[in-house]
């Protein structure tokens, strides 16, 4: 009786210890995440200085500084149309002290393209916050005799093949607006990829290709000009930056929307306290009395979702492009 009395305190002495020293192993991390942050923060950027998305993406990070009490530093990562940057946050260790911009063209489109694409776009990455979204504006050459949507869509149908459409490469969200617009419309127009959209817009405006799917920021001055002439906006609401341009939607294409979007994201596994952190941070930028107006320079509006609504955002986004480019037939070595 004694001995099994001795043995059964020493199970509860055993059972003490453990419990104690698994207190102490979870006391580290629990300061860590209280205490978040306690140093700069690294802001991934996937595409090299100058692009939107970093020039959006240095006015979240000054914003972010005061709030967040730590610096946080933009490391561009830029190549193969943002694939590499995004696979450095999915690697980066689920810790917050690494996070990133997202976006469509290696977020949601790329996982279509690339059969070999070395991450997941739901599995791999925490979302934490939306920042901004725009719109394309369609635009054509002043030589194509079309004024709208619909004389494109006749034209294109009298003429099948011969409309050439420029984009900054395969794969890129100019590919995709045009593909999304062929798939709905039936119409054959043939794609000229360039390296950069910037030599798009050039040949655009020498007339060596004829219609092109760009930014506002890219394309609303050059149209104001008289350079080139906008035949619709890719949203399926009216644009506050360009009102007299109807959506493609109001021109006989009820079902096209396209737009681009901005949001920052980490790596798969950021504790929740952390990522709340983060979203609350993002939040407070996107709610502060100029954020609007810097966006609108980019012609991008806010973005406001929650993490979760951004959650199901990117899987709706996902699965959009995923049917799109599987019916435009659409292939990228990789």
Request: net charge positive; hydrophobic share 40%.
């Amino acid at each position: 009786m004694t001995e099994s009395r001795t043995r059964a305190g020493r199970r509860r002495a055993l059972k003490g210890a453990v419990a104690l020293l698994g207190g102490a192993v979870s006391l580290p991390a629990i300061a860590q995440t209280d205490n978040f942050p306690s140093r700069p923060i690294r802001l991934v950027v996937a595409y090299p200085p100058g692009n939107v998305s970093d020039l959006v993406a240095r006015f979240v990070a000054d914003r972010m500084m005061p709030i967040l009490g730590q610096p946080v530093v933009i490391d561009n990562r830029g190549g193969a149309g943002g694939t590499i940057g995004t696979e450095f946050i999915a690697r980066s260790a689920p810790d917050g002290y690494t996070i990133g911009i997202a976006n469509a063209g290696p977020l949601t489109i790329a996982p279509s393209l690339y059969p070999n694409l070395p991450y997941d776009p739901v599995r791999d990455f925490t979302q934490i916050g939306s920042v901004a979204i725009g719109a394309h504006l369609f635009v054509v050459h002043p030589s194509l005799p079309v004024n709208d949507i619909q004389g494109l869509i006749t034209y294109a149908r009298a003429n099948p093949g011969r409309i050439f459409y420029g984009s900054s490469g395969n794969g890129s969200t100019q590919h995709l607006a045009m593909a999304l617009f062929q798939t709905l419309t039936g119409v054959d127009l043939t794609h000229a990829p360039y390296r950069g959209s910037a030599a798009a817009m050039n040949d655009l405006l020498s007339g060596q290709i004829q219609l092109a799917s760009d930014t506002l920021s890219a394309t609303t001055d050059l149209v104001r000009a008289g350079r080139l002439r906008a035949l619709g906006v890719t949203s399926k609401q009216p644009s506050p930056f360009v009102p007299d341009i109807k959506p493609i939607a109001e021109q006989g294409v009820p079902d096209y929307d396209f737009y681009g979007w901005i949001a920052i994201m980490g790596p798969a596994g950021l504790p929740a306290q952390i990522r709340q952190k983060l979203a609350d941070a993002v939040s407070a930028v996107t709610r502060q009395p100029d954020f609007a107006a810097r966006m609108a320079q980019f012609g991008l509006s806010p973005m406001t979702q929650t993490p979760e609504e951004l959650d199901q955002f990117i899987r709706f986004d996902v699965d959009r492009w995923r049917r799109v480019i599987t019916t435009a037939g659409i292939r990228m070595d990789g």
